[in-house]
């Protein structure tokens, strides 16, 4: 009984170049098992899960090894079967250190988590599949680390009405959507129908671009079977973000401040409708992920399934190594992913891809006078004023950065991209939040 | 001529006198109740509305003072002689307050620092610590482009080789750079310590050593050369002076620290380059 | 009085001939109250006020009083001479006036303008405006009420001169200027071309 959508076009918005003929046309490769993995601890937004193993006990693959820290957090299950060894650091992606678990594989790559399938989900108590999804520690897979089951809880006054699966991936280079879009059809399929189930919900869209002919295909294919219409979208970032992917589809715009669920909508990413499959039909907890390895330094660039916890210098290792010292390593697209200062950065649920950028690929910022060209302003997708709003953030005049909106800043980095000044801008938005936040925080405590 | 001269007068002296009583009656009808005590303290203060007492700004500190029983010492801006003046006006005892300067507490410069990376982004510490935290290897220590510089109302911080140094006989202790590190590297102490260890990392000590060839390792030597429980580790493993009871300046030389965290204030002062450091990684 | 008189005076006084951008009077308030749109604009009111009825008062004076010939005592006196002391006063008088009602009114206004109300005596727009009514016409002055109007006229160009230059203020707030050329430096370059700018409207009026 769904409506056909209507394709809306978003506002702003800009035309990188592509860069994913590095890596689409190669299917995934599983990682072959290594022999130590550094599971990061805090990898969802929320509160950080708790260890609750000790150093020396044995594991199962899957197992839980660490319990949520609250409502708004996941557990976490070990990469493969094992020992745990010690407590230990690893870089963060934002230049921070996080706890990370040792475990130290026994070779056997033995399941053991627990969980038993929920066959048939259809039937199941929909409270008990939600549980599954926290269970199983799944959190948004396209880079929002955002703990799943606390997105498939909205509050009782909003009716949601939609489920939206994003299967965009805007991002110059990465291919991982795509690979599994085109691989595991069924499993991201079934993965967003339970997500429905959950929700209660009966509209369905997996929104893909354009670029991804071959993955529009084989969804379109096998989207009948479970009610689910595939909408192919016109290519241009950031056509992933949430609020412009809800507004393509369903032509329906989020007010400023506000979530998806105002608008009676959820957003997915497609690999975490997978892992929600994986979870509840197979009863494997979320401890692998597709993601790409790519740059032009890379020798072999591709898609792997890499578990959670190897580490980045394993990963580049097993995609042949760099043929030419790199400029920059990106964990994420390089739109909004985080520039790394240290190869000891590991996989975590949420790493996109891996990339490398050569010296003459990466530009450098010159911080020089905005020019009032207005050229940042056509592309923002959520119609803020990037020039004007970065030089009350150079004046430190934050109450009208906040009066201009800059807290809606999605950070995706278009302003930044046509900036002729080449204005570091989305540092300075981001200087401002935290500014901003700092303010309120001092406010409340008064 | 001397009528003119008489009407003149006459006539600008009566114009005066109506306006003059238009101008009392408007007083008297409108008067409104003011406090010029509160007026003479705000003149006494030292007007740098830097906000160290705690209040927004020299009047409203003055607004304090008189209605609501602040102590005039709050002022931390205020010189003594002007403190005597406010308090003799006022009719109270200035507390005796401690001269107190801001310490960065980091000998991180940028021939001692590790890189960990190029930084090419907004040069201000609290931005770069929104974007990785600068290009010094050292998550605890001073990032060096300068925003404790640029907050102090005073000039008082200068930055040196990529370091920022207090120079404590410009420092009026309001506090602002305190405030503003992203670090939180910079505390008040009493001016009249002189030795301090500069090093905040609550890093492993081996780990300390691999980004900073000035961080404190905390061998302990100066705890022991002192003896006196005057150079305490804190609970995060930084070792800090005793500012209640500080030891002598001696001790830098005596304790044979063997990174040269603990300094005495004036050779920290003299921090210069020592040799030319790769800025590529 | 033709329609095309009064036309003449106001647009006169507000654009050809703006007392702070033309004739540069009055430019102490102009620069130190422009620095916030609130503070320009109540301080633009209190002067229109003060010119209003300055001019007013000034003029009933000088007409009726200072430039008529009197006969006291067999002599016949005229004493326009004393027109600057007279203005004077009553000018100061009327400002304090202001400054009291203010304070009792808007004490949040009052604290903003801090000095520059008592100095709105010291004005140079104020008596400026007086002493054009009084100089008009060879020598006779306008009369009152064109005087009034005048003055009236010169407050709102006051208003417009402050009110142009501080919102370009407080968007200089907002760029980065070169070290040197912060603060009153540049206020004084906008000025300057604001004054340019206005140098436009020179031949609306012949």
């Given amino acids: 009984m769904s409506l056909p959508p209507h394709v809306a076009r978003f506002t702003g918005g800009i035309h990188p170049m592509d860069g994913k003929g590095l890596s689409n046309g190669i299917p995934a490769r599983t990682a072959p098992l290594l022999e130590k993995y550094l599971v990061p601890l805090h990898q969802n937004i929320g509160a950080p899960p708790k260890l609750t193993v000790t150093k020396g006990e044995l594991v199962k693959k899957g197992q839980r090894i660490a319990e949520p820290g609250g409502f708004v957090s996941v557990p976490l299950h070990a990469p493969t079967s094992g020992t745990v060894g010690n407590l230990t650091e690893v870089p963060g992606v934002a230049g921070n250190t996080l706890q990370a678990v040792e475990i130290l594989s026994d070779g056997k790559d033995e399941w053991g988590s627990g969980l038993d399938p929920i066959v048939p989900w259809q039937e199941a108590d929909r409270k008990v599949l939600k549980q599954r999804v926290a269970d199983g520690g799944i959190i948004g897979m396209g880079g929002a680390a955002f703990p799943a089951h606390v997105k498939l809880s909205p509050p009782p006054e909003k009716t949601i009405d939609t489920l939206i699966v994003n299967g965009a991936e805007c991002e110059p280079y990465l291919t991982a959507d795509h690979r599994l879009m085109l691989e595991r059809t069924e499993a991201v399929l079934e993965g967003a129908a339970i997500a429905a189930r959950i929700l209660d919900v009966d509209r369905i869209f997996v929104g893909i671009e354009e670029n991804k002919p071959d993955a529009v295909e084989a969804m379109k294919k096998a989207a009948g079977a479970f009610g689910i219409q595939i909408v192919p979208l016109p290519v241009r970032y950031p056509q992933g973000a949430e609020k412009q992917l809800i507004f393509a589809i369903t032509g329906r715009a989020v007010a400023t401040g506000g979530l998806p669920m105002d608008v009676g909508c959820v957003v997915q990413n497609a690999g975490t409708c997978a892992a929600i499959r994986d979870a509840v039909v197979e009863g494997h907890p979320l401890i692998e992920r597709y993601t790409t390895v790519t740059g032009t330094p890379v020798v072999h660039p591709g898609t792997w399934i890499f578990r959670v916890g190897t580490p980045v210098k394993e990963a580049l290792k097993l995609a042949g190594g760099v043929r030419e010292q790199p400029a920059k390593l990106i964990l994420g697209g390089p739109m909004m992913g985080f520039a790394q200062s240290s190869m000891d950065v590991t996989v975590t649920k949420n790493t996109s891809g891996i990339l490398l950028l050569a010296g003459g690929e990466t530009g450098r910022y010159l911080s020089s006078p905005c020019i009032r060209c207005g050229r940042c302003v056509s592309v923002c997708p959520m119609r803020l004023l990037p020039g004007p709003i970065s030089v009350m953030v150079e004046c430190e005049n934050y109450a009208l950065a906040e009066h201009n909106f800059v807290m809606d800043c999605m950070e995706c980095g278009a302003c930044t991209f046509v900036c002729p000044a080449k204005r570091p801008l989305v540092q300075h938005f981001r200087r401002a939040k935290a500014e901003i936040n700092a303010i309120r925080r001092a406010r409340k405590k008064h | 001529m001397s009528t003119t001269f008489l009407a003149a007068v006459c006539v600008v002296g009566i114009i005066g006198l109506i306006l003059g009583c238009l101008i009392a009656f408007t007083a008297k009808k409108f008067d409104v109740e003011a406090d010029p005590k509160v007026e003479k303290v705000r003149e006494l203060l030292p007007g740098a509305n830097c906000g160290g007492c705690g209040f927004a700004g020299c009047a409203d500190l003055a607004d304090a003072i008189v209605n609501r029983g602040i102590n005039p010492s709050r002022c931390t801006a205020i010189s003594a002689e002007a403190l005597k003046d406010l308090s003799a006006f006022l009719g109270v005892a200035a507390e005796e307050k401690e001269k107190m300067t801001a310490v960065v507490f980091c000998g991180g410069s940028l021939s001692r620092a590790a890189r960990k990376a190029q930084y090419n982004g907004i040069m201000d510490c609290r931005s770069a610590n929104v974007a990785g935290g600068g290009g010094k290897a050292c998550a605890y220590g001073c990032i060096g482009y300068g925003c404790c510089a640029r907050a102090c109302p005073f000039g008082a911080i200068e930055m040196r080789d990529g370091l920022a140094v207090v120079h404590p006989e410009v420092c009026r202790g309001c506090g602002k750079c305190v405030t503003v590190c992203p670090r939180n590297l910079i505390r008040l102490v009493p001016a009249s310590v002189k030795i301090h260890v500069y090093c905040s990392s609550a890093d492993k000590p081996a780990a300390r050593r691999k980004v900073c060839s000035a961080a404190c390792i905390s061998c302990g030597k100066c705890i022991r050369a002192d003896g006196q429980g005057r150079v305490e580790k804190q609970e995060n493993g930084t070792v800090r002076i005793n500012c209640e009871n500080p030891p002598d300046i001696s001790l830098a030389e005596t304790a044979g620290c063997p990174t040269g965290a603990l300094q005495t204030e004036e050779a920290h002062r003299a921090i210069r380059p020592i040799s030319p450091k790769e800025t590529q990684k | ?206």
């Fill in chain 3, 1 to 206: 009085m033709p329609s095309n008189e009064w036309l003449l005076i106001t647009v006169g006084a507000i654009l050809v001939n703006n007392v702070v951008l033309s004739r540069i009077l009055g430019i102490c308030p102009f620069l130190g109250v422009s620095k916030k749109l609130e503070t320009a604009l109540g301080m633009s009111g209190a002067v229109t006020f003060v010119l209003t009825i300055s001019s007013f008062v000034t003029a009933l004076l000088y007409k009726l009083l200072l430039s008529a010939e009197i006969t006291i005592c067999g002599t016949t006196v005229n004493l326009s001479f004393t027109k600057f002391l007279v203005f004077i006063v009553v000018i100061a008088s009327l400002v304090q006036i202001i400054e009291i009602l203010l304070r009792k009114f808007s004490p949040s206004l009052y604290r903003a303008l801090g000095i520059y109300l008592p100095l709105i005596t010291t004005n140079c727009a104020v008596l400026g405006a007086a002493e054009l009514n009084a100089g008009a016409n060879n020598g006779l002055g306008r009369g009152i009420l064109e005087s009034t109007v005048f003055g009236f006229a010169t407050g709102l160009g006051f208003g417009l001169a402050l009110l142009l230059f501080a919102c370009l203020r407080e968007r200089l707030e907002l760029s980065m200027i070169p070290r040197p050329f912060r603060g009153t430096a540049i206020a004084l370059v906008t000025a300057g071309i604001l004054a340019m700018a206005f140098m436009g409207f020179g031949l609306l009026v012949k």
